[in-house]
Nanobody, 129 residues
Framework: QVQLVESGGGLVQAGGSLRLSCAASGRTFSIYSMGWFRQAPGKEREFVAA???????????YYANSVKGRFTISRENAKNTVYLQMNSLKPEDTAVYYC???????????????????WGQGTQVTVSS
């Protein structure tokens, strides 16, 4: 089992920035990749960004087109933590953001939510216009 705890959500004006954190504990050696998804009211959960997880310094990244150039995902292996730096926020970024872990090797970044094995409790991000 892997436990995930997110933090860093909040209320921000359009154009502002927030940084989300997700700390993993438990069987962290089993992590293949960590991702961020979000779900806005009345909408399905959607992929935001993900990063592969290894002891090597290199990693693979992938972003949804809607956040590319504005959001940056990064990891800190020593703390078993992944971050999502969100800049130039827009009202349409308002959602509950979830951290997730995929344990199974795939060789590429998976963007489908049901392919991830563990989930955090979610953190609310609200962007006012």
């Amino acid at each position: 089992q892997v436990q995930l705890v997110e933090s860093g959500g909040g209320l921000v004006q359009a154009g502002g920035s927030l940084r989300l954190s997700c700390a993993a504990s438990g069987r962290t050696f089993s992590i293949y990749s960590m991702g961020w998804f979000r779900q806005a009211p009345g909408k399905e959960r959607e992929f935001v960004a993900a990063i592969t997880w290894s002891d090597r310094s290199d990693s693979s990244l992938y972003y949804a087109n809607s956040v590319k150039g504005r959001f940056t995902i990064s990891r800190e292996n020593a703390k078993n933590t992944v971050y999502l730096q969100m800049n130039s926020l827009k009202p349409e970024d308002t959602a509950v953001y979830y951290c997730s872990v995929r344990s199974r090797y795939s060789g590429y970044i998976v963007t489908i939510d049901h392919e991830y094995d563990y989930w955090g409790q979610g953190t609310q991000v609200t962007v006012s216009s």
